[in-house]
């Protein structure tokens, strides 16, 4: 009897020993056996996380500015002088074309205005002269600068009155835009008078 109780009590202390050692410890998780040493899980959250790499922010391009829309192209032929005997010389249509040209350009800043020189050249290349625009249709001289508008016009005296004819066309279609006539009783009054009537003319292309 006293064997069988020895026996039975050496049982109880193996099997307590053996839960001892199966016990999970901080070295030996219960999820994890193998070698010495941490788990896999504790070396990866104790490796060193290295620095997040910094990106430059991209550097903005400038954009092209954008330019400005003209409204078109225009270009004044010299007026064509129609004064007979000695009053042809008192007027210049070289001259009211520039001053028709100058107004142009202040009062409409958008628009593109030829200068004589470019006319000239122009017509030069295409074996023509300003004198041949005089008996030739001004819209057909104005395509052939290249030209959106043309401005033409005559320089005459009816009465006793100097008088400046100015017609602008749409060289496109050939459709006649806008008119407006100067007169003055001397060429003097008539030059000071020229800026309202030019005002007059391109009131369309603004």
């Not at 839960?19 to 070295?27: K, L, N, V, W």
């Not at 800043?109 to 030739?136: F, H, W, Y």
Request: charged fraction near 25%.
């Amino acid at each position: 009897m006293k064997l069988i109780l020895f026996a039975f009590l050496l049982a109880a202390c193996a099997r307590e020993n053996i839960r001892a050692e199966a016990r999970p410890t901080s070295d030996f998780p219960s999820t994890w056996s193998g070698a010495t040493g941490p788990a896999p899980q504790q070396q990866q959250q104790q490796r060193a996380e290295p620095p997040p790499v910094l990106q430059a922010a991209p550097t903005p391009q400038p954009q092209p500015q954008q330019r400005s829309t003209a409204r078109g192209l225009v270009a004044v032929l010299d007026l064509n002088n129609k004064l007979r005997g000695s009053d042809r010389d008192l007027l210049d249509g070289a001259y009211f074309a520039n001053q028709v040209r100058a107004e142009v350009k202040r009062r409409v800043p958008g628009m593109g205005v030829m200068t004589r020189e470019n006319i000239l050249v122009l017509l030069q290349s295409g074996g023509k002269t300003l004198a041949d625009c005089e008996g030739e249709c001004e819209v057909d001289t104005g395509r052939r600068l290249g030209a959106d508008y043309v401005i033409s016009g005559e320089m005459l005296k009816v009465g006793s009155h100097f008088k400046v004819d100015l017609r602008m066309h749409d060289t496109r279609d050939g459709q006649l835009i806008s008119g407006a006539t100067d007169s003055g009783a001397t060429p003097d009054e008539l030059d000071a008078r020229i800026g309202e009537v030019i005002e007059e003319l391109i009131k369309p292309l603004r």
